[in-house]
């Protein structure tokens, strides 16, 4: 019995032993899964929040991109991944030590991705630590020897840490990988020159020379070298090269007139220039741009002004359909005061290309200069039908017309130019001006005054419509008082204007105050080169109101002598007899 007693506790104790380890086991396993469970769950935790930064980022939203970025390090701290978009998100917004910190801890937690130590190289540079970006650079070349790039970056940084012969060695290891390029050698000559190495740079382009012996520019570099630093020798060798290797080298002979120039031989200069204008393959834009240094050094070295005109005639003829030959051609005429020739230069222009405004107004300024108003006339027209919102065609119209006596069309044009005038005061008062002369002529008194009126409250000290609006006004015996007070201001305004003091002159005989205007009317004559038949007329008509018939007489047969006067002129002879 007490053996089954020990048997049974055996048996309670064995099962309880179990009992109590398939427990444990159970809470181990419990434990374990958890641990696995929360580690999955911040990773999935992880790449959702990477996810949406990503998302944020490409969206342009930098702010939230940012924040989710840096959730995700909270969550995963070695994540290099969101290192490396922080640093470019914090570079985008110029926090440079936030994206320099960022690049290096990438770099830290992930020392074999390229593009995280590109960036921390880059970012180094931005920052003027050449020394750390050359580091990097270095390692990324061990890692990648087959990427080009890394070794050109390398290089950089080198420069600009000042150690230039450090550089060269980086191009020279570019070179051994790739071959001779234009590129390489380049960039070693600019150094060599930094360098004041001038027979090493030279070397790189006789490299290139001999590698690409048929392209004749690494010639003209060399040569353009020499030039530079005054071998003239060397030079005028490399550029008697490039005739060997490319006679119809369209800028040879502008590089040789630059070297005779600068040699001082005037003469071999400039039958090189007509060389380099004589040869069509010449762009026309080089030969404009010579020719515009040629119009401003003529303005202090007249003597070169000949050969200026030898040059932009040359021009013309070798492109006869190109509109900038003739626009710079006729610059040179217009300085030169050969406003026929520049006129006919602009008309070709015009020809091959009428869709510039400004030739349009450069023409119409020749027939100003020309006095030519049945040109100008026709002229404006055109302008004003395919430029209908430029003003000025509407002024000049409305001149040419006016002197053309043709006032009702000049009255048209200038009512409609007014429309177009903005924030041009003078511009407008001309149009007022010429628009009164024209109504005044049509005798719209009422119009006419109404635009000299417009014209003096613009420009109040307009003293040419004062004298126009002040004679009319006395011609038509209206508001005198009126009249004399514009009539004595214009003289103020522009005394010693024989015009001016006939005006004056009249307006006093009109207000019968004729012993003043006798005063004036002398002044006028005597600031009066020529006899004009006008003011000796005036002058009679004056003399005579003061009872000095026989001078009045005497200066009535002196206006007849000098040319036209009035109706009354004759009669007024004839009869001895004053007839207004």
Same mark, same amino acid.
């Given at each position: 019995?007490?053996?089954?007693?020990?048997?049974?506790?055996?048996?309670?104790l064995?099962?309880?032993?179990?009992?109590?380890?398939?427990?444990?086991?159970?809470?181990?396993?419990?434990?374990?899964?958890?641990?696995?469970?929360?580690?999955?769950?911040?990773?999935?935790?992880?790449?959702?929040?990477?996810?949406?930064?990503?998302?944020?980022?490409?969206?342009?939203?930098?702010?939230?991109?940012?924040?989710?970025?840096?959730?995700?390090?909270?969550?995963?701290?070695?994540?290099?991944?969101s290192?490396?978009?922080?640093?470019?998100?914090?570079?985008?917004?110029?926090?440079?030590?936030?994206?320099?910190?960022?690049?290096?801890?990438?770099? #830290?937690?992930?020392?074999? =991705?390229?593009?995280?130590?590109?960036?921390?190289?880059?970012?180094?540079?931005?920052? &003027?630590?050449?020394? =750390?970006a050359?580091?990097?650079?270095?390692?990324?070349?061990?890692?990648?020897?087959?990427?080009?790039?890394?070794?050109?970056?390398?290089?950089?940084?080198?420069?600009?840490?000042?150690?230039?012969?450090?550089?060269?060695?980086?191009?020279?290891?570019?070179?051994e990988?790739?071959?001779?390029?234009?590129?390489?050698?380049?960039?070693?000559?600019?150094?060599?020159?930094?360098?004041?190495?001038?027979?090493?740079?030279?070397?790189?382009?006789?490299?290139?020379?001999?590698?690409?012996?048929?392209?004749?520019?690494?010639?003209?570099?060399?040569?353009?070298?020499?030039?530079?630093?005054?071998?003239?020798?060397?030079?005028?060798?490399?550029?008697?090269?490039?005739?060997?290797?490319d006679?119809?080298?369209?800028?040879?002979?502008?590089s040789?007139?630059? &070297?005779?120039?600068?040699?001082?031989? $005037?003469?071999?200069?400039?039958?090189?220039? #007509?060389?380099?204008?004589?040869?069509?393959?010449?762009?026309?834009?080089?030969?404009?741009?010579?020719?515009?240094?040629?119009?401003?050094?003529?303005?202090? &070295?007249?003597?070169?002004?000949?050969?200026?005109?030898?040059?932009?005639?040359?021009?013309?003829?070798?492109?006869?359909?190109?509109p900038?030959?003739?626009?710079?051609?006729?610059?040179?005429?217009?300085?030169?005061?050969?406003?026929?020739?520049?006129?006919?230069?602009l008309?070709?222009?015009?020809?091959y290309?009428?869709?510039? &405004?400004?030739?349009?107004?450069?023409?119409?300024?020749?027939?100003?200069?020309?006095?030519?108003?049945?040109?100008?006339?026709?002229?404006s027209?055109?302008?004003?039908?395919?430029?209908?919102?430029?003003?000025?065609?509407?002024?000049?119209?409305?001149?040419?017309?006016?002197?053309?006596k043709?006032?009702?069309?000049?009255?048209?044009?200038?009512?409609?130019?007014?429309?177009?005038?903005?924030?041009?005061?003078?511009?407008?008062?001309?149009?007022?001006?010429?628009?009164?002369?024209?109504?005044?002529?049509? $005798?719209?008194? #009422?119009?006419?005054?109404?635009?000299?009126?417009?014209?003096?409250?613009?420009?109040?000290? =307009?003293?040419?419509?004062?004298?126009?609006?002040?004679?009319?006004?006395?011609?038509?015996?209206?508001?005198?008082?009126?009249?004399?007070?514009?009539? $004595?201001?214009?003289?103020?305004?522009?005394?010693?204007?024989?015009?001016?003091?006939?005006?004056?002159?009249?307006?006093?005989? $009109?207000?019968?105050?004729?012993?003043?205007?006798?005063?004036?009317?002398?002044?006028?004559?005597?600031?009066?080169?020529?006899?004009?038949?006008?003011?000796?007329?005036?002058?009679?008509?004056?003399?005579?109101?003061?009872?000095?018939?026989?001078?009045?007489?005497?200066?009535?047969?002196?206006?007849?002598?000098?040319?036209?006067?009035?109706?009354?002129?004759?009669?007024?002879?004839?009869?001895?007899?004053?007839?207004?």
């Amino acid at each position: 019995m007490k053996g089954s007693i020990q048997i049974i506790l055996l048996v309670v104790l064995l099962a309880a032993s179990s009992g109590c380890k398939t427990t444990t086991n159970i809470d181990s396993t419990q434990k374990k899964q958890t641990k696995e469970d929360i580690a999955e769950k911040k990773k999935k935790r992880s790449k959702s929040l990477y996810l949406d930064a990503n998302k944020e980022k490409v969206l342009g939203n930098y702010e939230e991109a940012t924040k989710l970025f840096l959730q995700c390090l909270e969550t995963e701290p070695e994540d290099a991944a969101s290192m490396f978009e922080l640093a470019r998100l914090y570079r985008i917004k110029r926090s440079y030590a936030d994206a320099l910190k960022m690049a290096e801890n990438a770099v #830290k937690f992930d020392g074999n =991705n390229p593009w995280y130590k590109l960036l921390l190289a880059e970012l180094y540079f931005e920052q &003027y630590q050449y020394d =750390n970006a050359i580091k990097i650079y270095s390692q990324l070349v061990k890692q990648h020897p087959e990427n080009i790039d890394y070794y050109y970056g390398w290089a950089n940084s080198y420069i600009y840490a000042g150690k230039l012969m450090d550089a060269v060695k980086i191009y020279n290891i570019i070179e051994e990988r790739v071959g001779i390029t234009d590129e390489v050698s380049l960039l070693k000559q600019k150094i060599y020159l930094q360098l004041d190495k001038i027979d090493e740079a030279a070397r790189e382009i006789e490299k290139l020379i001999s590698y690409f012996p048929d392209d004749p520019k690494y010639i003209a570099i060399l040569a353009e070298l020499y030039m530079t630093n005054m071998i003239y020798d060397k030079a005028l060798e490399a550029y008697k090269r490039i005739l060997e290797v490319d006679p119809d080298n369209p800028f040879i002979h502008i590089s040789l007139a630059d &070297y005779y120039r600068k040699n001082n031989d $005037k003469e071999k200069s400039f039958e090189e220039l #007509k060389l380099g204008f004589e040869n069509p393959r010449l762009d026309i834009d080089t030969k404009v741009q010579i020719l515009l240094s040629y119009y401003t050094i003529t303005e202090i &070295y007249t003597e070169l002004t000949e050969e200026a005109f030898i040059l932009a005639k040359i021009l013309v003829d070798v492109h006869p359909k190109e509109p900038k030959a003739y626009s710079i051609y006729s610059d040179f005429l217009v300085r030169d005061k050969k406003y026929e020739e520049a006129r006919e230069a602009l008309r070709s222009v015009i020809e091959y290309d009428s869709s510039k &405004y400004i030739i349009w107004d450069q023409l119409l300024r020749m027939d100003v200069e020309l006095d030519d108003f049945v040109s100008m006339a026709e002229t404006s027209q055109r302008v004003m039908e395919l430029f209908p919102e430029q003003p000025l065609p509407y002024l000049f119209s409305g001149v040419s017309n006016f002197q053309l006596k043709n006032y009702e069309k000049a009255i048209k044009s200038l009512k409609r130019g007014i429309n177009f005038v903005v924030e041009n005061d003078v511009l407008l008062e001309n149009f007022y001006t010429y628009l009164g002369d024209a109504y005044n002529q049509t $005798k719209k008194y #009422k119009e006419s005054d109404k635009a000299y009126e417009n014209v003096l409250e613009i420009g109040a000290d =307009n003293h040419y419509v004062m004298n126009n609006y002040s004679y009319y006004l006395s011609l038509r015996g209206e508001e005198l008082e009126k009249a004399e007070v514009m009539a $004595k201001k214009a003289n103020e305004l522009e005394p010693g204007n024989s015009s001016y003091q006939d005006t004056y002159a009249w307006v006093l005989y $009109k207000l019968g105050k004729f012993n003043e205007a006798k005063i004036w009317i002398e002044k006028a004559i005597k600031n009066t080169s020529s006899s004009n038949p006008v003011l000796l007329e005036h002058y009679g008509d004056i003399l005579y109101k003061l009872d000095r018939k026989e001078s009045a007489l005497e200066n009535w047969k002196k206006a007849h002598d000098a040319g036209e006067g009035s109706e009354q002129l004759e009669r007024k002879i004839k009869d001895k007899t004053l007839y207004e």
